[in-house]
T-cell receptor
Framework: KNEVEQSPQNLTAQEGEFITINCSYSVGISALHWLQQHPGGGIVSLFMLSSGKKKHGRLIATINIQEKHSSLHITASHPRDSAVYIC???????????FGTGTRLKVLA | DAGVIQSPRHEVTEMGQEVTLRCKPISGHNSLFWYRQTMMRGLELLIYFNNNVPIDDSGMPEDRFSAKMPNASFSTLKIQPSEPRDSAVYFC??????????FGSGTRLTVV
């Protein structure tokens, strides 16, 4: 079993839909990172969080440390949100960075 | 600021040759990261520098890989000798603590 699991692996949505991508982890962490990788390959850092919730525009990220779970929400989705969304965790103690396998999102117009 | 600048964008080299990838972080950022991305293994962290000092290089695959950060504005990742299995996209990223985490555009390396 992977130490960082994302679900779903693939997601197709209609423009305007509310989208949730989940990330569960089995290790102790100091922080969790959400990344977005566009079809052209460029990577953008969306959020780094260690507790609670962060919001930026139409994106919201939450984390529940006790449940070892984080969610990334996209409100009013748009075709330009189509990308691979990657969850990564910084483990606590030793510096180790573990990536999830990514969620491929396609938003249809 | 022009962001994190990586060079070259593409590199094709023959097996056994030395390859040097370069990264210029964002001015003022104190952390620098080298990542590798392949279809088989996805994204992997290779090495992390903080204030120009390597903090963790446990992700560096083997002795053929080395990374340096001689000053706050420049880092290199060297592969010597290169092998076909090193073919990947190599990303550099920089940050100030957990803030302003920015990735470069990547270097696509092909070893034939």
């Amino acid at each position: 079993k992977n130490e960082v699991e994302q679900s779903p692996q693939n997601l197709t949505a209609q423009e305007g839909e509310f989208i949730t991508i989940n990330c569960s982890y089995s290790v102790g962490i100091s922080a969790l990172h959400w990344l977005q990788q566009h079809p052209g390959g460029g990577i953008v850092s969306l959020f780094m969080l260690s507790s609670g919730k962060k919001k930026h525009g139409r994106l919201i990220a939450t984390i529940n440390i006790q449940e070892k779970h984080s969610s990334l929400h996209i409100t009013a989705s748009h075709p330009r949100d189509s990308a691979v969304y990657i969850c990564a965790v910084h483990t606590s103690g030793t510096y180790k960075y573990i990536f999830g396998t990514g969620t491929r999102l396609k938003v249809l117009a | 600021d022009a962001g994190v600048i990586q060079s070259p964008r593409h590199e094709v080299t023959e097996m056994g040759q030395e390859v040097t990838l370069r990264c210029k972080p964002i001015s003022g950022h104190n952390s620098l990261f080298w990542y590798r991305q392949t279809m088989m293994r996805g994204l992997e962290l290779l090495i992390y520098f903080n204030n120009n000092v390597p903090i963790d290089d446990s992700g560096m695959p083997e002795d053929r890989f080395s990374a340096k950060m001689p000053n706050a504005s420049f880092s290199t990742l060297k592969i010597q000798p290169s092998e076909p299995r090193d073919s990947a996209v190599y990303f550099c990223a920089s940050s100030f603590g957990d803030d302003g985490y920015t990735f470069g555009s990547g270097t696509r390396l092909t070893v034939v």
